[in-house]
Each structure stands twice: as structure tokens, then as C-alpha cells.
Nanobody
Framework: QVQLEESGGGLVQAGGSLRLSCAASGRTVSTFTLGWFRQAPGKEREFVAAASWKGGNTYYADSVKGRFTVSRDNAKNEVYLQMNILEPGDAGVYYC?????????????????WGQGTQVTVSS
């Protein structure tokens, strides 16, 4: 079993930055693909970004490319999401997820592990 716990959410003005962290426990996630998803009120959960198990490959939703950076530290069993130039449309609950599938696609995370989420609010 893997437990994931997100932190770093909060309230930020549009144009500002936040850095989300996700700490994994229970077992090492060094061989998992680690991803970030978000869900805004009234909307479906959507994929944001992911990092392959070695961190060499990263994947982003078109809406965040150039603004968000995903990274991971396998020694610490953590994954991060640096969010810059935040927009009101970025607001929502951000979830960390882990998938045992190499180069996992968004649907692959359904059989993986999920954190409880952290709230990101962006004021205009």
C-alpha cells in the first residue's frame, strides 16, 4: 500500500506562484509514475502533469505547459509541482497520484494510489 499526502496549497493572486509537494509513505514509489491531477467545482478531474519513475520524462496538460514544472526526488519519496503565472482557471483541488504503469496515461492512475488533495485558490 502507498499513502500519498499533498501539501503546499493555498490562496494566491493571479500571476503568482505556488509549489505543491506530495510525500509518499508505505513503500517506495521510485518505480511509479507520479502525477498531479486537479478538480475544479462542477468539473471533472483532469490530468495536470506527471513524471516518469526516473524523472527524465515529464508530461503536461496543454493548459499548463510553460507555467508548471513537475519534478520528483526518489530519495525522499516525494513529487513536486511548481506552479507559476497562476490563473483563476488553475484553481481547484490538486491531487497527487501514483501509478505502477510505466509512462502511465491518465486512465492508468485509476488503479493506482491517490492523496486526499490540497486546495489551490487563485484570486483575480
Amino acid at each position: 500500500q502507498v499513502q500519498l499526502e499533498e501539501s503546499g496549497g493555498g490562496l494566491v493572486q493571479a500571476g503568482g506562484s505556488l509549489r505543491l509537494s506530495c510525500a509518499a509513505s508505505g513503500r517506495t514509489v521510485s518505480t511509479f509514475t507520479l502525477g498531479w491531477f486537479r478538480q475544479a467545482p462542477g468539473k471533472e478531474r483532469e490530468f495536470v502533469a506527471a513524471a516518469s519513475w526516473k524523472g527524465g520524462n515529464t508530461y503536461y496538460a496543454d493548459s499548463v505547459k510553460g507555467r508548471f514544472t513537475v519534478s520528483r526526488d526518489n530519495a525522499k519519496n516525494e513529487v513536486y509541482l511548481q506552479m507559476n503565472i497562476l490563473e483563476p482557471g488553475d484553481a481547484g483541488v490538486y491531487y497527487c497520484a501514483a501509478s505502477g504503469v510505466v509512462a502511465a496515461q491518465p486512465d492508468d492512475y485509476e488503479d493506482g494510489y491517490w492523496g486526499q488533495g490540497t486546495q489551490v485558490t487563485v484570486s483575480s
